[in-house]
């Protein structure tokens, strides 16, 4: 007797880029063995926070062009043809002049991944897959039960869905801490639209990342205006009402982070780069530890052998160290508007020729390549990753747009826009009048503590902790667990243990581990539990809450990695 298979029920939370992704995983895996519902949050598909109003205004635009985007179901410079002659007229892009090698506005790029969606979801249909889609609907909780292994997904609006599968895709977060309560403080520049306003008076912005970028560009515009002079330089003139209206930013490395260029590979891939076999190879070898000097060597400085003889010379002895401090020796000579300018200069060659600065790129690839793989670092390393070599990723592969540039130059050059260095002791207080004191140390080593009316914290998307996951069901069944590392050294394990016995702890074996942000995962990005088991249902995307262990999630790229790991999980569970 034939007894119809039953068919796994997977629920997709949240369908910004990363939902995008897995639906795409499975539109195209050639089976249609399941069904899928969509929560999102929002209105539509696609967009997420970064490429919606929830992230951008008319001036942001994307530090990735058509060409390094990858491939969805058709490029954008296909897409551009067919889409709406009011949204190309309302950005001012003509199709028969779109250039794949160019940035993009940023809603632009939500409008294209929204319609990618809707593609995605006529090709489900076609394949025999049942889609269901729940628009402006927030996901509250997720309860998991052991014993039948299935997820149940509640809402806001109070409905309960059970399913076999859940991919967590919440995306971006930021928590509200004072906003709201202090006046003139906000936790974050998003939604952006909450800094259209005027400004008579100096604004401090915390970081000097994209994040920053995106909010000087904001309010430069609510408070002068750019324009071009007969030689084709970018002015800057405030308004009369904005007379006093300055932006300080405060950076701990006290620079600017590095102009985008052309990329020789635009996907951040390279055929040198070590195998799973050889990385596993390694850690068999290592007590089941990947060593961060190991994948330097071989992901990077090797790479160098064939590519750039002369740059291999020059680098092939220097460890970790000796390579950060040799390339961060001109970005702490220089002034950084200075180097700013001269980077640009840079950038706009390697774009004109199509010629990549390849140790720029190589060090992206780096990034990218040990960003799975790194919750295989001890403890130790983890730590030497992120104070050593992190800050300097940070700053490089940021690719800030050179259009960006121009108005950051151009702020600068009219006494509008500024950097405070400020170090890594630098605090920030809230003021219950309103406002914000900026405590640091300026380069003279003297204690400064600044008021300033009004405070915008741009360091990016914060790595959040255990205790902020939102779905509290979870954490109370122990479901999750926190993201950590051991050391691989008893002796530095108990050196850090004595520092810090909050961020360091020892377990039952006598064995130290580094806490690290968010929460442990697999290979395969599921959740693991209190007891070290992996849970076969429940896998997460969400950047926030995965940080600790993926130290550079970047974009697309990972979104990309990412649900091809997931994906494949499921279909072959």
Known sequence: ???????????????????????????????????????ERKAELGSGMPYSTEGSNMEHITNVSDNEVPHIVSEMSEWICTAPAELLERFNIKPDQFNEYKVVPRLLFGSYLTAQFEILLEEGKKAGIATTVHFESTVTDINY???????????????????????????????IRHEGKVPGYYDAPYPPRKLVQHFNHPVAVKGSSLTAIDAI????????????????????????ESADFRIMMHSRSGMLPAVRFHLED?????????????????????????????????????????????????????????????????????????????????????????????????????????????????????????KVLMPLISIVIAFVPQKSCEELLALHQAGVLDLVPVGDESSVEPQNEGGILYNFRDNKNNEQSVYYK???????????????????????????????LRFKSAEAGQTAFTADSEKVEKDENGDYFLNVSGIAINDNFQIIDQYGAYNKNVYIMAVPYIGGLNPDYSGLDFCEAASMRIVGDILND
């Open 145 to 175: 039960d052991i014993k039948n292994e299935t997820v149940t997904v509640e809402t806001l609006n109070g409905s309960n869905q059970e399913f076999g599968y859940a991919v967590i895709c919440t995306g971006h977060n930021w928590p």
């Open 454 to 484: 009004t405070f915008v914290d741009c360091v990016g998307q914060p790595h959040l902790s255990y205790h902020d996951f939102p779905f509290k069901n979870l954490l109370d069944q122990k479901a999750i667990s926190p993201a950590r």
């Open 217 to 240: 560009r904001t309010m430069a515009r609510n408070n002068g205006a750019f324009e071009k002079d007969y030689e084709g330089n970018l002015n800057f003139k405030l308004n009369p």
């Open 266 to 386: 635009s996907h951040l891939s390279n055929d040198s780069l070590l195998t799973a076999e050889e990385i596993d190879q390694h850690r068999n070898n290592n007590e089941g530890f990947l060593s961060l000097d190991f994948i330097f060597e071989k992901d990077f400085k090797e790479i160098f052998r064939a590519k750039d003889p002369e740059f291999y010379q020059r680098i092939k002895d220097f460890s970790i160290e000796d390579f950060v401090a040799d390339m961060m020796e001109l970005r702490e000579r220089l002034d950084p508007f200075q180097l700013l300018r001269a980077e640009y200069v840079q950038a706009e060659k390697s774009i004109k020729r199509q010629e990549s600065i390849y140790w720029k790129e190589m060090l992206a690839v780096l990034s990218f390549a040990m960003n799975h793989p790194a919750k295989y670092f001890s403890a130790e390393d983890m730590k030497r990753l992120q």
């Open 1 to 39: 007797m034939k007894t119809e298979s039953t068919k796994k029920r997977i629920a997709i939370l949240g369908g910004g880029p990363s939902g995008l992704f897995v639906y795409k995983r499975l539109v195209e895996s050639g089976s249609n063995d399941f069904e899928i519902t969509i929560f």
